[in-house]
């Protein structure tokens, strides 16, 4: 059984960095594509990035050049470091993973297991 866990989120000021982490056990995290995804109040899930197993990543537009994805595949551990927070990035973020060798879009439903959530405020 996969086991997703996220954990780094808190509560900071607009400008502020916070590095989120998903540790993953059961599966083989190097052969996933591995994602993350917000969910503000009230909101549908939303994409934030995407790390392929190829290494290549994606971002979504209110991401990119302020939010990097990586990962380690020694440690199972995916990341997401956020910098120049701004209030609108208030949300609960989900680590996600696909099923292993599969080419997941930047769709929800193309992940197959999730973690709990970890929730990032960020004031104004």
């Known amino acids: 059984q996969v086991r997703l866990e996220e954990s780094g989120g808190g509560s900071v000021q607009r400008g502020g960095s916070l590095r989120l982490s998903c540790a993953v056990s059961?599966?083989?995290?190097?052969?996933?594509?591995m994602g993350w995804f917000q969910q503000a109040q009230g909101k549908d899930r939303e994409f934030v990035a995407i790390?392929?197993?190829?290494?290549?990543?994606h971002y979504a537009d209110s991401a990119k050049g302020r939010f990097s994805i990586s990962r380690d595949n020694a440690k199972n551990t995916l990341y997401l470091d956020m910098n120049n927070l701004k209030p609108e990035d208030t949300a609960v973020y989900y680590c996600?993973?696909?099923?292993?060798?599969?080419?997941?879009?930047?769709?929800?439903?193309?992940?197959?297991?999730w973690g709990q959530g970890t929730q990032v405020t960020v004031s104004s």
């Open positions: 059961g599966s083989t995290f190097s052969s996933s594509t």
């Open positions: 790390s392929w197993i190829d290494g290549s990543r």
């Open positions: 996600a993973a696909s099923a292993p060798w599969s080419r997941a879009g930047i769709r929800s439903r193309d992940f197959t297991s």
